[in-house]
C-alpha cells in the first residue's frame, strides 16, 4: 500500500517536471523534482529506502526519455545510498544538514550522470555552462527542499499509518 | 541462497551496463515498455500541461492587463500595415505563377502537416526533447521533420502508439544543413552546448561568407526538412585560426521555451 503511494508520489513529480511551457524553470534554472524526492525520501528512510526509491525514480524517467536507460537509475540509487548514510550519521532535524544533503546530492548526481555518459562515449562540454546549471539546479533544488520537508515527513507519516491499517483491518 | 548472491549481482550488473550500452545511441525503434510507459503517462502530461498553461495565460494576462491599450493601437495599426502587404503579396502571387506557367515548371505539390500539442519536455537540463501528443497512430514516425509558423523546430527521433519525441535543433546531439538566404552558400547547424538556445554555424565551403543579420533556411538536402522554411538569424561571427574559418551563433526564430502547438511535416505521398 505505502509503496503504491509513493510511486504516486514520484509519478506526480515526473509529470510536474515534464509538463508546464518550458518545464518547471525558476530562475533559469529547471527544478529537478523527482530527483529532490528521491534525495528527501533518502533522508526520511536512510540509505536502503532511499537507494530502492531512487533507482525507481530514475528508471521512471530514463524510460521515459528513452536514452542511457539504468544510467540515470544507477546514479539516484547511489547518490541517495550516500545521502541516506549522510544524514544518518549527522542530525537530520537540522535545516542546515537537510539544505546541504540535498545541495551536495544534486550536485553529485548531475556530475555523476555527465561522467556516466562520458562513458558511454558521448560528447559532453565541460565549461561555465554546465558548471552553472549545475549550481543553479543544486541551490535551487537545495531551498525548495527546506520547503518542502515537513509536508512531505507528514504525508509519508500518513501512508506508513495507512499501510498498517491496511494490514490490520484490509480496508483502504 | 547466500552464496549465489555474488554472480547474480555481478549478472545484474553487466546486463545494466548492456542496457545503458545499447540505448546510448538515438534509436528509431523504442521497446515495447518505453512505449507503454509513454502511452501511460501521456494523458495525465496533456493534462498537468493544459492546466498549467492556464495559469500561465491568466498570469499573463494580469501582467499585461495596464498595457492592453498601447498594445491594441499598435495592432490596430500593424493591421493596416498588413492589409496593404498582402495586397502587394497577391500581385506577386499572380505574377509568380505567371511566370511557373511560363517557364513550364512542375509546381511543386504542398506538404501535408499535422497539428501536435506539446505535452512534455525533457525532465533533465542536458537533453532538449518535447513530447507530443501524436505518434504511430496518427501517422508519425521517426525522422519527420516538425516545425511552427516561425521556423524550424525539430525532428521526430521515436514514437510510441500515442506519442512522439522530438529531438529540438538546439541540442547537442542534433545537426543538419542550412543555406544562407542572400547567398545561397551551404552551412551546417549544430546545437550549442556553450551557448544555451543557441545554434552554431559551420561553413562547408572556404569560400563562405557570413555577416551579422544573415537569415538561414533549410537546404532541404536532408530529405528530411522541406526546403527554405527559416531556422534563424546570425547574431555573432567569430573567425577561425588564420581567419580561414569562421564559427557562428544563430539565434533561432522559434522561441523553445514557449512552444504550445507544433506542425509535423507528412510526407506528400
Redesign the interface.
Known amino acids: 500500500m505505502k509503496y503504491v503511494g509513493y510511486w504516486s508520489i514520484l509519478?506526480v513529480g515526473?509529470?510536474?517536471?515534464?509538463?508546464?511551457?518550458?518545464?518547471l524553470?525558476i530562475f533559469g534554472?529547471?527544478l529537478?523534482v523527482?530527483l529532490l524526492l528521491t534525495l528527501l525520501f533518502a533522508i526520511i528512510h536512510g540509505p536502503y529506502g532511499g537507494a530502492i526509491l531512487g533507482f525507481v525514480g530514475g528508471l521512471?524517467?530514463d524510460?521515459?526519455?528513452?536514452?542511457?536507460?539504468?544510467?540515470?537509475a544507477?546514479v539516484l540509487m547511489f547518490v541517495c545510498l550516500g545521502v541516506g548514510y549522510l544524514s544518518k550519521r549527522l542530525y537530520k532535524e537540522n535545516f542546515l544538514v537537510r539544505f546541504m544533503a540535498i545541495f551536495a546530492g544534486t550536485a553529485q548526481a548531475?556530475i555523476c550522470?555527465?561522467v556516466?555518459?562520458i562513458a558511454?562515449?558521448?560528447?559532453v562540454?565541460f565549461?561555465?555552462?554546465?558548471f552553472m546549471?549545475i549550481l543553479g539546479?543544486a541551490l535551487l533544488n537545495a531551498f525548495v527542499g527546506l520547503l518542502i520537508f515537513r509536508p512531505l515527513v507528514l504525508l509519508d507519516k500518513r501512508l506508513i499509518y495507512w499501510d498498517e491499517l491496511f494490514k490490520r483491518t484490509g480496508v483502504t | 541462497m547466500h552464496r549465489w548472491r555474488i554472480p547474480i549481482a555481478i549478472v545484474l550488473v553487466f546486463t545494466l551496463i548492456g542496457i545503458i550500452h545499447y540505448t546510448s545511441k538515438i534509436r528509431s525503434e523504442i521497446s515495447f515498455i518505453e512505449s507503454a510507459w509513454r502511452d501511460i503517462l501521456s494523458p495525465f502530461q496533456s493534462g498537468f500541461t493544459r492546466v498549467q498553461r492556464g495559469f500561465g495565460h491568466k498570469i499573463d494576462f494580469l501582467r499585461n492587463i495596464r498595457t492592453l491599450d498601447e498594445k491594441n493601437k499598435e495592432l490596430e495599426s500593424l493591421v493596416q500595415e498588413l492589409k496593404s502587404e498582402i495586397l502587394l503579396l497577391r500581385n506577386y502571387e499572380r505574377e509568380n505563377e505567371w511566370l511557373r506557367e511560363a517557364l513550364d515548371f512542375k509546381s511543386e505539390l504542398p506538404h501535408e502537416f499535422l497539428v501536435a500539442e506539446v505535452i512534455g519536455r525533457s525532465p533533465s537540463n542536458w537533453e532538449k526533447t518535447i513530447t507530443l501528443n501524436r505518434g504511430k497512430a496518427h501517422g508519425v514516425t521517426s525522422g519527420m521533420a516538425v516545425v511552427t509558423n516561425a521556423g524550424v523546430v525539430g525532428t521526430v527521433i521515436n514514437s510510441s502508439q500515442f506519442t512522439s519525441t522530438v529531438l529540438l535543433m538546439i541540442d547537442a546531439q542534433s545537426a543538419t544543413g542550412g543555406l544562407i538566404q542572400g547567398t545561397g552558400d551551404l552551412v551546417l547547424i549544430e546545437g550549442d552546448q556553450s551557448n544555451e538556445g543557441c545554434l552554431l554555424v559551420t561553413p562547408t565551403s572556404r569560400d563562405t561568407v557570413v555577416e551579422i543579420g544573415d537569415i538561414i533556411v533549410t537546404s532541404g538536402l536532408s530529405r528530411i526538412y522541406p526546403k527554405n522554411l527559416p531556422i534563424g538569424k546570425i547574431t555573432h561571427v567569430e573567425p577561425k585560426q588564420f581567419d580561414l574559418s569562421f564559427e557562428a551563433i544563430l539565434e533561432p526564430f522559434v522561441d523553445f521555451t514557449k512552444l504550445e502547438y507544433v506542425l509535423v511535416v507528412l510526407p506528400r505521398n
Open positions: 509519478f515526473l509529470l510536474v517536471q515534464t509538463t508546464g511551457s518550458s518545464g524553470v534554472y529547471k529537478e523527482l521512471m524517467q524510460l521515459l526519455v528513452g536514452h542511457y536507460i539504468g544510467l540515470y544507477s548531475k550522470f555527465l556516466g555518459k558511454f562515449g558521448a560528447t562540454y565549461g561555465r555552462v554546465t546549471t539546479s
